[in-house]
């Protein structure tokens, strides 16, 4: 079955360290993976996509299919950064059923 | 545009009762579906509604349904309400096709 793992449920960085939020996936085929954030009371956003192959917010991600990751770095956190995570896919065929893992809250120190 | 809309914000039900969830899509979407998500998890995907038809479900029971208007706007319907229904319902919209979604705020669905 295809699953999302995010095996951290906590990180904590100082503003100005880098981050890197992890996420693995268990699927077979080729899927398209995401990462979406949630801000402290506001509504589920994507963020970014891996076959957009785009910086959002100083945020980069990178498919890596031998190890089935999709990992989230940034070199250098922010305190608006701080927010909930979550790292999802669509395997392929499919359009709209997004898989989720469990969500990773980034908490930015100053 | 509103983005996604959900009605109500909040609600609380009892134990057996019935609830319905609504849900306006992002305008120039058509495409709605529904992902419950309970407290300190990720969303879990429940049902997708296109041409006022369900065309994807995830694992759960029949007490779980919907509805897609012709205005593409959708209701979520759970029966039988158990404890472990209480969760945050969002609903997200899409064009049919597309693999990205827009999310609503939520409906937070107590039942006691």
């Known amino acids: 079955a295809q699953r999302v793992t995010q095996p951290e449920k906590l990180l904590s960085v100082f503003k100005g360290a880098p981050v890197e939020l992890k996420c693995n996936y268990s699927y077979s085929g080729s899927p398209e993976l995401f990462w979406y954030v949630q801000y402290s009371r506001q509504r589920l956003q994507l963020l970014l996509r891996h076959i957009s192959r785009e910086s959002i917010k100083g945020f980069t991600a990178d498919l890596n299919k031998g190890e089935t990751s999709f990992h989230l770095k940034k070199p250098f956190a922010q305190e608006e950064d701080s927010a909930m995570y979550y790292c999802?896919?669509?395997?392929?065929?499919?359009?709209?059923?997004?898989?989720f893992g469990q969500g990773t809250t980034l908490q930015v120190k100053p | 545009d509103a983005g996604v809309t959900q009605s109500p914000t909040h609600l609380i039900k009892t134990r057996g009762q019935q609830v319905t969830l609504r849900c306006s899509p992002k305008?120039?979407?058509?495409?709605v579906s529904w992902y419950q998500q309970a407290l300190g998890q990720g969303p879990q995907f429940i049902f997708q509604y296109y041409e006022e038809e369900e065309r994807q479900r995830g694992n759960f029971p029949d007490r779980f349904s919907g509805h897609q208007f012709p205005n593409y706007s959708s209701e979520l319907n759970v029966n039988a309400l158990l404890l472990g229904d209480s969760a945050l319902y969002l609903c997200a919209s899409s064009t049919q096709g597309a693999r990205a979604a827009f999310f609503g705020q939520g409906t937070r669905l107590t039942v006691v």
């Open positions: 999802a896919l669509v395997y392929s065929g499919n359009t709209g059923k997004l898989i």
């Open positions: 305008s120039g979407h058509d495409t």
